[in-house]
């Protein structure tokens, strides 16, 4: 049972921080109180709908004992169906406040990489790469892609992109991973199926605020871009390399022509994996992290296989199939799975969180 006294101090906090906005706050401190209060509003509305909801069950209660006859009985039939719905209630009540991960509203760096299988695991990172394109379109957000070594064959040896919006990591943290490919190459002519890998990484992007970066702490080189040979070979040293000293992370930008923009490109990316590393940091030290059903999010994890003979994927952490690879690869469906294992990840932390309190 959710204690009174955690709704009324959430109703309390809601009513200050409208109080704040009425008097007129101003421009840095009204952007934060409205944000504030935009997350917070459909928490209090449903608290306000709950506390409702248990005062006329006392109500209900109180009538369905008294003398009068006719008001008793209709008194017991609502209170009978009021007490079916109070259940469900604090369940969407409890969702609601369940943690959020600070990053959750964040956009990302996408980045995916060929693993094991040559040329085919090439081809699969190129597949992936498009999936999260289409799924991001259909999302409203925007792609850019930051870097791209692509393979002869076609697909990449490894790409980075941008993906910007509204809770961009929220639904893609967790793809984070290593994703299996299972297939027969176009290539084989024995018909014989292969398995291939390649790795995904989602780095939410930190604020300007979450991550301050020492400039003495940097090693900025610039060197020659390389490139197919002819006149596409960049002639200037406009290539950066960024070496961040104390964790020794290196960040590579060629794709501009412009020695600024690689290293604006660089820090960007150099950024989000500096907040990544301290989120898993933070992370590590909070509890020997979760091992849900959503999976530790260690990135050496098999999180899902793609099975084109007999048109599957089955992601292991929730033990979920779906026979729609076709959509899944095409972006189309890919949300049906990310559902799944956003509503896997709220029950297991709901259940978490009962525990904690029982």
Do not use: C
Not at 146 to 162: D, H, M, N, P
Not at 177 to 206: C, K, W
Request: proline share 3%.
């Amino acid at each position: 049972m959710i204690p009174q006294e955690k709704l009324d101090a959430l109703i309390d906090k809601f009513e200050q921080i409208e109080a704040r906005m009425s008097s007129g706050a101003d421009g840095g401190d009204i952007v934060k109180l409205a944000k504030e209060h935009g997350e917070l509003k459909p928490v209090v509305d449903k608290a306000r709908e709950f506390i409702e909801a248990r005062k006329q069950v006392g109500e209900l209660e109180e009538l369905a004992g008294g003398d009068d006859a006719d008001m008793a009985a209709l008194a017991k039939e609502e209170l009978e169906e009021l007490r079916a719905r109070l259940p469900d209630l604090e369940h969407e009540m409890q969702l609601l406040l369940l943690p959020k991960d600070k990053a959750d509203d964040s956009s990302v760096i996408l980045e995916v990489r060929a693993g094991t299988g040559g040329d085919e695991a090439a081809l699969f990172a190129g597949d992936l790469f498009r999936m999260y394109q289409r799924y991001a379109s259909l999302q409203g957000w925007r792609v850019e892609v930051l870097s791209a070594s692509e393979a002869e064959v076609g697909g990449y040896k490894e790409i980075q992109a941008s993906v910007t919006g509204d809770a961009v990591f929220a639904k893609l943290k967790f793809e984070s991973g290593v994703h299996r490919v299972q297939r027969v190459p176009e290539t084989e002519t024995q018909g014989r199926i292969h398995t291939s890998a390649a790795t995904v990484a989602v780095l939410p992007e930190p604020e300007e605020v979450d991550i301050e970066i020492n400039e003495n702490d940097l090693r900025i080189d610039v060197f020659r871009a390389s490139g197919p040979g002819g006149q596409s070979v960049n002639t200037t040293d406009s290539a950066v390399r960024i070496t961040h000293l104390p964790s020794g992370i290196v960040v590579s930008q060629q794709d501009e022509k412009s020695q600024h923009k690689n290293k604006a490109k660089a820090m960007q990316v150099l950024r989000a994996r500096l907040y990544d590393a301290e989120r898993a940091r933070a992370d590590a030290e909070r509890a020997a992290a979760r091992k849900g059903m959503v999976g530790s999010g260690d990135r050496s994890e098999r999180i899902r296989t793609y099975n084109y003979p007999q048109s599957r994927v089955t992601d292991h952490r929730i033990n979920l199939t779906l026979y729609k690879l076709d959509e899944i690869v095409a972006g189309d469906a890919l949300g049906e799975m990310v559902d799944a294992l956003i509503s896997q990840d709220r029950a297991d932390r709901l259940a978490e969180m009962q525990s904690d309190v029982a």
